[in-house]
């Protein structure tokens, strides 16, 4: 019997993967390894509805009878631990093994964690859904909670936990939030969000200590001021999980390093979602990361594809969003490849920036407002990245002019 399609890492990647294989028509064995207790689900809701909702629900991708019905074998509570490349199979933290024909690494990422001695039991990290149920037990009136790191995870995190009514402060050791990839322009309105909701948003503050005692978290910021929580959540990025492919030979460029169809240089070796490093071909080849919901779930079926001997390359433009109290931000593309930028204001108050390149070309759009007020234009934004468009400034700028007529050109 053959070994089939083995997937290591069943999250959003790992579990879209899986099922793509069945919907492309593939009969043979396929086992999806995941070293938690859960079905495949999705995590962008871990800071927000499990937060927030009446219960803490998993948004899972699959239920226990359509894996079944799809014949995907699902190991949960178990770690891959090696790969042996020549003989195709790979070892798992129980003493098993699996032979596979492919091999899907889709490992995912951890949160970065904080250098610093006087951690203990009340410094605690957003990854899984048990982090999620341990998070929100803290996450009423009386406590108070610190974040530190005001990035995406931290600052979703803060708006559950002010609508929960815990009292919040964010504390940023850069010179503001969302220093990554997120404009000051927005970045500076959803800081203005967070103050009118009652959070205490400390920029430019980096720690010197932290002493956790168990009853509660000391943090001294630099410049001596101290913050005292009953919670501390360390939210300072994520660093991708690349030891089983490094031990395995494989080689590591911040992430497994996949060329453009996520195969690694094994040939049946392929690696996708967060863990992978890949070239991304409408920005010249440039090698990228993504730590993104929709990219976990395109390059999933992308995978599932080229595992099945296509041969077809990432062609999809990056795409990221965050919801808070009220407000959607979305991102097309990649902003640092942007040399300048042409603002296009939209009704109730909603605005996008367009980045472009010094030869014109169109390389991100950033834009943010209430709802859905920007998706349109953030599509269409998407599509022109994609075609490497290099629409007029004054088009781009002027609420009269349809960005879908600057499509059509």
């Known amino acids: 019997m053959t070994g089939g399609m083995v997937i290591i890492g069943a999250g959003e990647c790992g579990g879209r993967a899986a099922l793509a294989l069945r919907d492309l028509g593939y009969e043979g064995p396929v086992t999806l390894v995941g070293d938690e207790p859960h079905l495949p689900y999705e995590r962008p809701p871990l800071s927000k509805e499990a937060m927030t909702g ?10 226990d009878e359509l894996l ?3 014949s995907i074998r699902h190991i949960h509570s178990v770690r891959a631990v ?4 020549a003989g195709h199979a790979v070892s798992l933290s129980d003493s098993s093994s699996l032979s596979y024909d492919k091999l899907l690494l889709a490992t995912g990422s951890l949160p970065r964690k904080l250098p610093m001695p006087g951690l203990g039991g009340r410094c605690v990290y957003l990854r899984t859904f048990n982090d999620a149920l341990a998070i929100r037990a803290h996450l009423k009136p009386e406590n108070r ?4 790191g005001g990035g995406f995870i931290g600052l979703e995190l803060a708006a559950s936990a002010r609508k929960l009514g815990a009292t919040v402060t964010v504390i940023e050791a850069q010179p503001r939030i969302l220093m990554r990839g997120v404009p000051a322009e927005i970045a500076e309105i959803i800081h203005k969000a967070h103050e009118a909701e009652g959070v205490n948003v400390l920029t430019g503050q980096g720690i010197t200590a932290i002493a956790d005692d168990g009853a509660e978290v000391r943090i001294t910021l630099a410049g001596g001021q101290e913050v005292v929580a009953d919670l501390a959540v360390i939210g300072i990025g994520a660093v991708p999980v690349t030891a089983l492919a490094a031990d395995a030979g494989l080689a590591i460029d911040n992430g497994i390093a996949v060329d453009g169809t996520l195969r690694t240089e094994d040939p049946d070796i392929f690696a996708a979602g967060d863990c992978c490093s890949f070239p991304l071909a409408v920005y010249g080849g440039r090698r990228v990361r993504l730590e993104a919901w929709r990219n976990a779930q395109e390059q999933g079926a992308l995978a599932a594809t080229n595992m099945l001997g ?13 919801d808070q109290y009220g407000l959607t931000l979305q991102i097309a593309g990649l ?4 040399r300048s930028i042409v603002r296009r204001d939209l009704d109730d108050g909603a605005f996008i920036l367009f980045h472009l390149a010094e030869d014109g070309r169109l390389v991100a759009a950033s834009g943010i407002g209430p709802g859905n007020a920007v998706a349109r234009d953030i599509r269409l934004a998407e599509m022109l990245i994609a075609k490497r468009a290099t629409p007029a400034p004054d088009a781009l700028g002027s609420q009269t002019v349809k960005l879908k007529s600057l ?3």
């Open 310 to 322: 296509a041969n077809e390359a990432h062609a999809a433009v990056p795409w990221f969003w965050s």
């Open 82 to 85: 090696a790969i042996d490349r």
């Open 54 to 63: 009446e219960a803490p629900l998993i948004k899972a991708i699959a239920s």
């Open 145 to 148: 909670v610190a974040i530190i």
């Open 335 to 338: 902003s640092d490849e942007g």
């Open 407 to 409: 499509l059509a050109a």
């Open 68 to 70: 079944a019905e799809r």
